[in-house]
């Protein structure tokens, strides 16, 4: 079994920053791609931004420049750094990690969502 908790989500101005956290636990042998998706209401979800486990990056056009995904892999953790933060990144933020068990399956795992509203 495999849980995903986040952490630092929160209100915040236009222009502020917050950090928001992903820790994975449980029956991890590896995680490959570590991932932030975001949805804000009555849209699609979207990918923000993805950090591979040789800590490639990509990051939505909307965000570049501003964001930053980075991971800590002695602690299963994936982290977002958002900066200058507009009224339009409004959404519920999750984390998606591809995980290989101890029992060296491959699984795709969703955190459980974090609110963050930008206004002033």
């Known amino acids: 079994q495999v849980q995903l908790v986040e952490s630092g989500g929160g209100l915040v101005q236009p222009g502020g920053s917050l950090r928001l956290s992903c820790a994975a636990s449980?029956?991890?042998?590896?995680?490959?791609?570590m991932a932030w998706y975001r949805q804000a209401p009555g849209k699609q979800r979207e990918l923000v931004a993805a950090?591979?486990?040789?800590?490639?990056?990509n990051y939505a056009d909307s965000v570049k420049g501003r964001f930053t995904v980075s991971r800590d892999n002695a602690k299963n953790t994936v982290y977002l750094q958002m900066n200058s933060l507009k009224p339009e990144d409004t959404a519920v933020y999750y984390c998606?990690?591809?995980?290989?068990?101890?029992?060296?399956?491959?699984?795709?795992?969703w955190g459980q969502g974090t609110q963050v509203t930008v206004s002033s």
């Open positions: 449980g029956n991890i042998f590896s995680i490959r791609r």
């Open positions: 950090i591979s486990s040789g800590g490639s990056t």
């Open positions: 998606n990690d591809q995980i290989v068990t101890t029992t060296l399956r491959d699984y795709t795992y």
